[in-house]
């Protein structure tokens, strides 16, 4: 399997959302886009604009105090997957996932090296970093 890797800077949310929306236009049902990154670093925003292009409305959060979130109303319907509160899915409801990580709809995962075993392969793996104060860079691996 080949592996294509693109390495993008980003100066601005602007920017950084317009990366979210390009990765969008290219998911369909069932694919999931691992987003990692240190705190700050951008990852909800780039999940923001994805959301946006997939026609969602509603303010898009980080949901770190919730595990996940849904939204509906767009073009297929978004899961938004923030783990950082786990160590690991090991003592966990086994389901946890189940309702985000659906054939139907898209799921965005923030930290998710505590659900490796259950995430299944990625669609996109997203990793961003803190060039400079107000700079990113973003890796997108497909």
């Known amino acids: ?43 909800t925003t780039l999940i923001r604009g994805a959301c946006r292009a997939l026609g969602v409305t509603d303010p898009v959060t980080s949901p ?37 990580l659906r054939a139907d709809s898209v799921a965005f995962v923030e930290w998710p090296a505590a659900g490796a075993e259950g995430l299944g392969q990625p669609t996109f793996t997203v990793r961003l970093a803190h060039l400079d104060e107000g700079r990113r860079v973003v890796e997108i691996e497909h």
């Open 1 to 43: 399997m080949t592996v294509d890797l693109e390495r993008v800077e980003s100066a601005s949310a602007a920017e950084t959302e317009a990366l979210g929306a390009r990765i969008a236009e290219r998911l369909g049902p069932g694919d999931v886009v691992l987003v990692s990154g240190e705190v700050g670093a951008g990852k």
């Open 64 to 100: 770190t105090f919730t595990i996940g979130q849904r939204y509906g109303g767009g073009r297929l319907p978004v899961s938004h997957l923030d783990l950082y509160r786990l160590a690991g899915l090991e003592g966990e409801d086994p389901a946890l996932l189940e309702d985000y």
